[in-house]
């Protein structure tokens, strides 16, 4: 179908174990999805359009430029990732003539501290005093708009003083390493494993006038940081503890996000050994978690 034929767009929520974010996010993109986010208003009010959602779910919105079976489209993508039932899901059709102010109406400037501002790339700068970021939504999480990137970016503008290199490990839009940079940290490397979050991510540090390293996880990084900041989800936290320890120099801190508040005990437990960690700060149902390496 040609795009200048589409009357409407299609939003498709569904409902998603933590567990299986990462690989139903891209396997989503890869089947016909051009736009993928979380829910951040489900994520702290905690319900949604038939059940509570558990402590351990999110509900993702998928968007689409063209019709589909629902329950086809949601059966091809769990048999993918290894989901053995279909999500619960809700549909809404957008029309095309609404599409740029519905989406320019979900990201706003938003104010992360006195010294810090998050802005979309279309809106003006609120505050020419402060530190403005400016961030392109796209394909990839990281728009300062989730409680966990806003924990990540407000330490982050506390902290980056005096402070030479940063790994902003899981970068997606590259929000946080760009917030280093910008914040005066002159070494800044992000790493995903999304081939399209390293687009982005170079496109809005180009924005920013930010000179990034921007990498993919295979390619060896033989360095250590002040700061190493990994904004994910727990398992995959878990699973790369020892990477992501080894890392921070001594001395340098380790910051960790995209937990849930009732994760935090099994995360810091996992890392007990490597970087004694703590509670830093607590913002709806997740907490940032950080400590610094001896």
Not at 62 to 77: A, G, M, V
Not at 85 to 96: A, G, N, R, V, Y
Not at 106 to 125: D, G, H, M, R
Request: net charge negative.
């Amino acid at each position: 179908m040609d795009i200048s034929e589409i009357k409407q767009w299609l939003n498709l929520s569904v409902r998603i174990s933590q567990e299986f974010i990462e690989q139903f996010t891209d396997c989503a993109v890869e089947l016909g999805a051009i736009s993928v986010w979380i829910d951040c208003d489900v994520v702290e009010n905690g319900t949604h359009f038939l059940n509570q959602i558990e402590k351990d779910e999110l509900i993702l919105t998928l968007t689409f430029k063209q019709d589909i079976n629902p329950e086809s489209f949601l059966q091809e993508l769990c048999r993918e990732v290894g989901l053995k039932q279909i999500p619960s899901f809700e549909l809404k059709w957008i029309p095309d003539q609404e599409w740029v102010s519905y989406t320019q109406d979900l990201y706003k400037p938003i104010k992360i501290s006195e010294a810090l501002w998050i802005c979309p790339s279309f809106e003006k700068i609120t505050d020419k005093n402060a530190i403005n970021v400016m961030i392109e939504p796209g394909m990839a999480f990281g728009t300062g708009t989730h409680p966990t990137t806003q924990m990540c970016l407000e330490w982050i503008s506390k902290n980056a003083q005096n402070k030479t290199k940063a790994l902003d490990y899981g970068c997606g839009t590259g929000i946080l390493g760009i917030t280093a940079f910008k914040c005066g940290i002159p070494f800044v490397t992000a790493v995903d494993n999304d081939k399209k979050a390293l687009e982005i991510t170079k496109s809005n540090s180009k924005l920013n006038g930010a000179e990034i390293i921007v990498v993919h996880p295979e390619t060896p990084i033989n360095d250590s940081f002040d700061i190493v900041v990994a904004n994910i989800l727990a398992n995959p936290l878990i699973e790369m503890k020892n990477e992501l320890s080894r890392y921070v120099k001594p001395s340098g801190y380790l910051i960790l996000s995209g937990i849930q508040a009732h994760q935090s005990e099994k995360v810091i437990l996992e890392y007990s050994n490597l970087i004694k960690i703590m509670i830093l700060h607590t913002q709806s149902d997740w907490v940032l978690l950080g400590g610094r390496k001896t």
